[in-house]
């Protein structure tokens, strides 16, 4: 790129674009990042330089950058159906994702509910739940438990049953009825942390104490990710979600599984309730649903909560203008053909393993207390101190995380994530079709940051 267009657009940027999740004062005296395209595995700069991406941009590029099919897709719908709504209309794209989509759901999940993205899918199945229960004569069943740390999304209901303090206290008040239960953290269990299936037995159980704290009747679901994201990849112990199935049964509280990063292969399966085995009635889900190469979410429900809206005027009053978009639903399709001819899910689970020992390998490193997580999902907590556990807090994350971290890791061509919802951990998610040569070169990035970061505290 020639310098006075690099320099205009650096312009433009400071002076127009509103980044989302962005400090802008950080850009006083440093260049925004500008990702002009990507290949494969990485990402390349508006000056030419490459970077591994080890987030697959925002857990969404299961397939990598620059797949041509997926662009000829969305072409091709283009040309022929830009646009429909599916407000009382549908469109051929639409009904054969929501066909394919629910044949791979687990039970008798077989109602899709097209959304433009994650939060909004997490807005629909709230919204259904109470809806759902005011038609069925329990008009008191509204309220949400949802585990601490949490992240569910940005709109005003998701991020209601968000359980992050910091994320939400300047945009409160938010919806009310939401309660917060433990998570699955293991590495810092406040109960049974010599013991796993103990430990997830007891934070299961904490669902059925806030459900008899509330009421029953109040209650309407459970939100939970198979393997929570923020915090650092809690995965979920043996038997963790056998028994919040039981606990939901009976006290009839509806469980959502919130899959917007999970579902698609990032744990090597459709979605991660078949890989821990569990039955949810409502899947969320977008991201991977089209490698990113179009914006999508949807809300997979089961037959039982479609019934209800099946019969005389009942309507489920609630849409997106571009949810179930056709260039959307046309290009989810072919994603999810390369899935399918390629095996990349199987691909997932023949080197999830060789993924977790080659992260494992940071052990050694003084400053890693923990490496988490499932499939192509991980976080590597850092830590002060090795044997007793102790944290970064306050200015020391600060300075460890957005001082040091996060720009050195992007200096040495690894676009990951250093984050310090929960404690500090840097996040890892990178494209499905990564090999043991990515790995190799995500963990010596990492360690020669890591390395250099212990040096300096």
Known sequence: MATGDYDHLQQAARDHLWMHFTRHSSFEDHDVPIIVRGEGAYIYDAKGRRYLDALAGLFVSQLGHGRTELAEAAAKQAKELAFMPLWSYAHPSAIQLAERVAQKAPGDLNRVFFSSGGGESVETAWKLAKNYYKLTGKPMKHKVISRSIAYHGTTQGALSITGLPGLKAVFEPLVPSTFRVPNTNFYRAPQHGDDLEAFGRWAADQIAVAIEDEGPETVAAVFLEPVQNAGGCFPPPPGYFQRVREICDTYDVLLVSDEVICAFGRLGHYFGAERYDYQPDMITCAKGITSGYAPLGAMIASDRLMEPFLKGHASFAHGYTFGGHPVSTAVAMANLDIFENEKVFEHVLANQDAFRTTLERLKDLPIVGDVRGDGYFYGIELVK????KETFEGDEAEKLLRGYLSKALYDEGLYCRADDRGDPVVQLAPPLICDQT????????????????????
Do not use: N
């Open 438 to 457: 990515h790995f190799d070169e995500i963990e010596q990035i990492l360690r020669t940051v890591l390395d250099k970061a212990w040096s300096m505290l």
């Open 385 to 388: 101190d090795k044997a007793t």
